[in-house]
C-alpha cells in the first residue's frame, strides 16, 4: 500500500502517531549511525500558518533542546522548511558548527529559500526524486505593495526606471516619478545589502564546509542568488540540478532502506501537520517532541438568536443594483 494511504488509515491517535515518528527516527540512527533530529514546518497548509512557519530566531530554543546532550562528532538534521530569515539560519548553522564537526543535512520533501542557505552550511545534503531546494536570493518587504518581492526585482525596476529618465527627460516624468516617489530610498540600500549578505553566507559556507574549491563555489552562487537566472524564488532544484552546478550531495536513492524510512517519516510528519494547528515541529529520538501552534478562531453562531436580515431595498434601489450587476 502507498505509504501516505497506508499512515492516514493506520495512524488515528495522537500519541500512536508521535511514537511511530519516535520509532522511525531510532531505526534511521541504527541504520546510519548517526544521531537525527527533525525540524520541520507546516508551510503547506493554507494562510495563515504558511506565513507563520517561516524560519526565525526563535527556532534556536528549538535547535539547542535538540542537540543537548547529544555527543559525538556527527550528526543528521531532517529539515522541511519554506526558510525565512538568512540572520536565522546563520545563528543555526553556527550553532550545528560549533558542536558538530560533520553535519549532513536530509531534505525528504522541501528546504528553500533561506532552507536551502542552511543547507549549504553542511558537509554534504541528502536528496531524492521527492527532494526540492529552491534559490537564496533574498525576499524584502516592498513598502509600496505591502508584499515580499525579490530584493533584485526591485533593484532592477528601479535601474531600469532610472535609464529610461536619463534617456527620454521630462516627458516620462509624469509616469515614473509618482511611483519612485512612493519609495524611501535606504530601501535600495537594504535590497543590495541583504543580496551581499545571502551571497556571501552562502559562498564561505561552500568553501569551509563542503571545501568547495572558490571558483566553482563562486559559480554555484551565482546559480542560486541570481534572480534573473532563477526567475521565480519557489522554483524547485531537483537533485539532478544540485548534483550538476556542484553541490555536495548524498543519493538517497543509493540507499532504499533510508530512502524509504526518511519518506514515512516525511509522510508522518506531514500528517501531524494536517491533523493539528502546529506549524513547526522539533523532534528527537531522546526526549525533545515539542511544537508551535497556531490559534484558530471558529465563528460560533447562537442557537436560539435568528439571523438578522438587511431590510429589503426600495424598489428603485433593487432596480439600480440590477443594472451595476449585469455589467
Known amino acids: 500500500m502507498p505509504t501516505y494511504q497506508r499512515l ?16 522511525l527516527i531510532r531505526k534511521i540512527e541504527a541504520h546510519t549511525g548517526r544521531p537525527l533530529i527533525v525540524y520541520a514546518a507546516g508551510f503547506l497548509k493554507p494562510s495563515p500558518a504558511a506565513m507563520l512557519a517561516s524560519m526565525d530566531e526563535s527556532d534556536m530554543v528549538g535547535f539547542s533542546d535538540l542537540i543537548e546532550g547529544i555527543s559525538g562528532d556527527a550528526i543528521d538534521v531532517f529539515i522541511h522548511s519554506p526558510g525565512g530569515s538568512g540572520e536565522a539560519a546563520e545563528r543555526i548553522a553556527n550553532l550545528l558548527r ?20 542552511l543547507t549549504l552550511s553542511g558537509d554534504e545534503i541528502g536528496l531524492s526524486d521527492k527532494s526540492a531546494l529552491g534559490p537564496v536570493d ?11 518581492v525579490p530584493a533584485q526585482a526591485l533593484l532592477k525596476g528601479f535601474q531600469e526606471a532610472r535609464k529610461i529618465l536619463e534617456r527620454e527627460g521630462p516627458k516620462a516624468m509624469p509616469v515614473y516619478l509618482p511611483l519612485l516617489s512612493k519609495y524611501d530610498f535606504t530601501i535600495f540600500q537594504i535590497c543590495e545589502n ?12 561552500l568553501k569551509n564546509y563542503m571545501k568547495i574549491k572558490s571558483q566553482r563555489a563562486a559559480r554555484i552562487v551565482k546559480f542560486l542568488a541570481d534572480h534573473n537566472i532563477q526567475l521565480s524564488h ?30 514515512s517519516l516525511y509522510s508522518a510528519v506531514d500528517c ?9 515541529l522539533f523532534e ?31 424598489p428603485e434601489a433593487m432596480e439600480e443594483t440590477s443594472k451595476v450587476r449585469s455589467l
Open 272 to 280: 501531524y501537520f494536517d491533523r493539528s494547528n502546529a506549524i513547526k
Open 234 to 263: 519557489r522554483r524547485a532544484i531537483y537533485i539532478e540540478k544540485a548534483k550538476e552546478i556542484g553541490l555536495k550531495i548524498y543519493d538517497l536513492r543509493s540507499d532504499a532502506q533510508l530512502n524509504a524510512d526518511l519518506w
Open 194 to 205: 541583504a543580496t551581499k549578505f545571502a551571497k556571501k553566507l552562502a559562498f564561505d559556507w
Open 98 to 117: 560549533s558542536n558538530f564537526k560533520i553535519v549532513r543535512f536530509l531534505v525528504p520533501h522541501s528546504a528553500y529559500s533561506a532552507a536551502t542557505l
Open 8 to 23: 492516514i488509515d493506520s495512524l488515528k491517535d495522537p500519541k500512536e502517531a508521535q511514537q511511530f515518528r519516535i520509532d
Open 284 to 314: 528527537n529520538s531522546r526526549g525533545v517532541s515539542w511544537s508551535k501552534n497556531i490559534s484558530v478562531q471558529i465563528e460560533q453562531r447562537i442557537p436560539d438568536a435568528p439571523p438578522v436580515s438587511p431590510p429589503p431595498a426600495p
Open 138 to 148: 533574498p525576499q524584502v518587504l516592498d513598502p509600496y505593495t505591502r508584499r515580499y
